[in-house]
Structure formats: structure tokens, C-alpha cells
């Protein structure tokens, strides 16, 4: 299947005035594992983040291409997109695509500057909309990954608990499946910073 | 003047020229100033403001100055519509290069393309050519800081100093004057809006009428495009001794 061909999982959740995003960090050709440090998280803004689990090539692709489209936009309007508003971009970007797809999912997290309001939402590769208040997932193991967010997420987790509450969905998802894992990266987005860790996993 | 071979761009005048373009450059020259100057460590770019009502809505952006990319400025003088036109291209031009080649566009590439996009006016599709003329500020890693000049022609050059607008030629001789190769960033400042007090007809002078911008490199290597606040640019202006402070009576 090509959305299993490089493996790769990524996962959004809302805490309290924060958001947060995480990815594992392999990417491989069918089974052979080739890297530990392929980046499936791209800054789109100072507190905007898209993930793009899928196709590897496409997810650097979309990556890129958003990215121009995003500075198109910033030039224009003189100012910094909206998550909201991004997320229409990017599902306008999937859907002309309509029938010859980039084979990604994105997950876009991110605070609205102005109002301090966190969001997240994810498309899937024709760019359907999905934004729920908790937490969303994509990937090669979205049902692991869905289990262990149903279980572990709460509302209102401060940045340091929704750091942990999201570290440990991710870890323990990817840990039941073949096709990702080797490393895992952990964006921490608030109003006024932003952290990255990385999380020290098994290796296989 | 051969009136009678005026009316198509696409041809010569028995003399070699381009009606056209020389009367696109004949509005330009009826347009607010605006002045570029190269210093070693930045290029600055100040222009004129055709202001012409109390009424006009100051909104946040500006009216002269506009950003092409990160690393890329314009200062415009002429037909503001043509210009709006133009800096969608260039700006256009500028992330097409970065999604190809994944690096900011050389500045040079940039105007050049641009300056294809005009030249295509006065050679085929029977259309106007565009009635602006640019002064392009940017920096790249192959040549560091440059000055570009390009006209409705689609001509261009690389400039220490230049002056487009109104004026431009007293305003470029003054430049020639004052100009001196290993100039810094402050004395660019100082020059150009010296030279630009001069030439602009009002007789007083504030931040209402400028607009004052500088392409230069933070202390992190990146490259920094600043407007200067109105606020900014009347302390500057009286700093320079440009304007004089108010006298209390």
C-alpha cells in the first residue's frame, strides 16, 4: 500500500492554552529502515506546526509547496496566518489533486496569536476537514495511536503534563507497529514559546 | 514627433524608437521620488508620498515600499495600479525559484525576470507597456548587498545610487556628488534623505510625506527588511538636521 510504503506516524492534542505535536522520526522502504532522522514536522509559523505523515516524498513535496503558498499570503496580507486559516489552504492544496493525490494526511497544530485559542485538525489526502476539541492522529498505526490517545488524554492538561500525556500515546503506539518508531520528536506550542524534544525510544 | 507611429508599442519610430516606452517613462516622471543608495553593510531605499488628502485612511502598510521576498525590497515610482501588477509577479518569481532550488533567489535572477516580464510589452501582444519603474534592495550570499534600477523598458542596471521619480535627475547628480564607495549604512541614511529633502517640491518636511526602509543583516547573518514608524523617521529627520525642532513661543 502507498501510504505504508516509508511507515511513519504523527499525533496532535489540545492541553490548556497550548497545543502539541508529535512524530516518530523513521523512514523506511517497505521493511528496510533507512533513516532516524527524517523530519515529518514542518514550521509553517512562530506557533503554526503541519505534520505530514504518508509518502515520504510527498510529504517533503506538500511541505515545500505549502510553504510557498504560505508566504504568498503573508506577503500579501502583511500578516501571519491563522491555523484556521492555513488548514483551508492546505485542504484546498489536497483537493486540486483530486484525482492523482499526494499520498499524506497532514495534521496542522497551532495557537491563534491573536486570541491565544488553541487549534488542531486533520485532512485526510483529498483534504477533507476533521477538527475535533482533543486530539488527533495519522499514520501507519492510527488505531493504536487512537487507543492509547482515548485513553491517556484529558482536557485542560498544562504544557509539561500534555508533553507526557502525548510522549507516551506516541511512544506506545508506535511500538506496535513495524513501520514506525526509531525516535520520537515532541513540539510543545504555547502562546509565548515554543519547545522540541526529542524522546529517547527503543530503537527497532 | 512621428504621431502617427505612436499608437502601437509593437513597432519602431523611423528614428528607432519606442514611442510607448518613453511616454510610460514621461508618467513616471510626474511620480512621487524615490531614492536607493548602496553602503557596505546594508542598502536603504527612501521615497517621496504623494499625499494628497487629510482624508486618505493611513493603513498599516505602505505605499511606496513593499517586500518581494525575505531577502528583497522595492521602492516604486509611477502608475501605483501597474506597479500592484508587477510586484504580484516578482513575488511569484521569488517562490517559484525557492520551491525549485529550495534557496532564496539570487537578486539579480529576480530582476532580470522581471524585467523579462516588461520587455515582453513592448515587443509582442499589443499591450501597454507597464508605467513604473523600480528600485530593487536585496541581498544575496554570490554578490552581498545590491542596488537595482529597472524601467518600463525592461532595461535594468546595477546601481551604487539612484534616484526614480520625480526629479530624478537633479537627485542623481546630487548623489553623484555626495556618494563615496565605503559608505555606511548610517551615512546612506543621512544621504539619501538629504538628497531626497532637496528634490521633493514641499516645503515642509515630516514623516507623513517619507517613507524610509533598509535591507540589512541582523547579528544572526539574516537578512532584515525595516520600515522606519513615523515616529522613528522625524527623530531621524532631526537628527540629520533635516527638519528643525519645534520652536516654543
Keep these: 500500500s502507498i501510504m505504508s510504503y516509508n511507515g511513519g506516524v504523527v499525533i496532535a492534542m489540545k492541553g490548556k492554552g497550548c497545543v502539541a505535536i508529535a512524530a516518530d522520526r523513521r523512514l523506511g522502504v517497505r521493511g528496510h529502515t533507512v533513516a532516524m532522522d527524517f523530519q515529518k514536522i514542518f514550521e509553517m509559523g512562530p506557533h503554526l506546526y503541519v505534520g505530514l505523515p504518508g509518502l515520504a516524498t510527498d510529504t517533503i513535496t506538500v511541505a515545500q509547496r505549502l510553504k510557498f503558498r504560505l508566504n504568498m499570503y503573508e506577503l500579501r496580507e502583511n500578516r501571519r496566518i491563522t491555523p484556521k486559516t492555513f488548514a483551508s489552504v492546505v485542504a484546498n492544496l489536497l483537493y486540486e489533486r483530486r484525482f492523482g493525490p499526494y499520498f499524506v494526511e497532514p495534521v496542522i497544530a497551532g495557537i491563534d496569536t491573536k486570541t491565544g485559542e488553541p487549534y488542531i485538525c486533520n485532512t485526510d489526502l483529498i483534504g477533507c476537514l476533521n477538527e475535533p476539541d482533543d486530539f488527533v492522529v495519522s499514520g501507519t498505526c492510527v488505531e493504536q495511536a487512537f487507543g492509547m490517545c482515548e485513553a491517556l488524554w484529558e482536557p485542560d492538561l498544562e504544557p509539561l503534563d500534555l508533553f507526557e500525556t502525548i510522549s507516551q500515546a506516541l511512544v506506545n503506539a508506535f511500538d506496535r507497529d513495524a513501520m514506525s518508531g526509531w525516535g520520537a520528536v515532541v513540539h510543545v506550542i504555547e502562546k509565548d514559546k515554543v519547545t522540541v524534544r526529542t524522546v529517547k525510544t527503543r530503537m527497532d | ?249
Design chain 2, 1 to 249: 514627433m512621428s504621431r502617427r507611429y505612436d499608437s502601437r508599442t509593437t513597432i519602431f519610430s523611423p528614428e528607432g524608437r519606442l514611442y510607448q516606452v518613453e511616454y510610460a517613462m514621461e508618467a513616471i516622471s510626474n511620480a512621487g521620488a524615490a531614492i536607493g543608495v548602496l553602503a557596505k553593510d546594508g542598502v536603504v531605499l527612501a521615497a517621496e508620498k504623494r499625499v494628497t488628502s487629510k482624508l486618505l485612511a493611513t493603513t498599516k502598510s505602505t505605499e511606496k515600499m513593499y517586500k518581494i521576498d525575505d531577502h528583497v525590497a522595492c521602492a516604486v515610482a509611477g502608475i501605483m495600479a501597474d506597479a500592484n501588477i508587477l510586484i504580484n509577479t516578482a513575488r511569484l518569481q521569488a517562490q517559484r525559484y525557492t520551491l525549485a532550488y529550495q534557496e532564496p533567489m539570487p537578486v539579480e535572477q529576480l530582476v532580470q525576470s522581471l524585467c523579462d516580464t516588461k520587455q515582453g510589452y513592448t515587443q509582442f501582444g499589443g499591450l501597454r507597456p507597464f508605467g513604473v519603474s523600480f528600485l530593487f534592495a536585496g541581498y544575496d550570499s554570490n554578490f552581498g548587498f545590491q542596488l537595482y534600477m529597472s524601467d518600463p523598458s525592461g532595461n535594468y542596471g546595477g546601481w551604487k545610487a539612484a534616484a526614480i521619480g520625480a526629479n530624478n535627475q537633479a537627485a542623481q547628480s546630487m548623489l553623484k556628488q555626495d556618494y563615496k564607495d565605503d559608505i555606511t549604512r548610517e551615512e546612506a541614511l543621512q544621504l539619501a534623505l538629504k538628497v531626497l529633502s532637496k528634490t521633493m517640491d514641499s516645503t515642509t518636511l515630516s514623516a507623513e510625506k517619507l517613507e524610509l526602509a533598509e535591507i540589512s543583516l541582523s547579528t544572526q547573518g539574516e537578512v532584515k527588511y525595516k520600515v522606519w514608524s513615523a515616529d522613528d523617521l522625524n527623530k531621524m529627520l532631526l537628527t540629520f538636521g533635516i527638519t528643525q525642532p519645534v520652536e516654543e513661543s
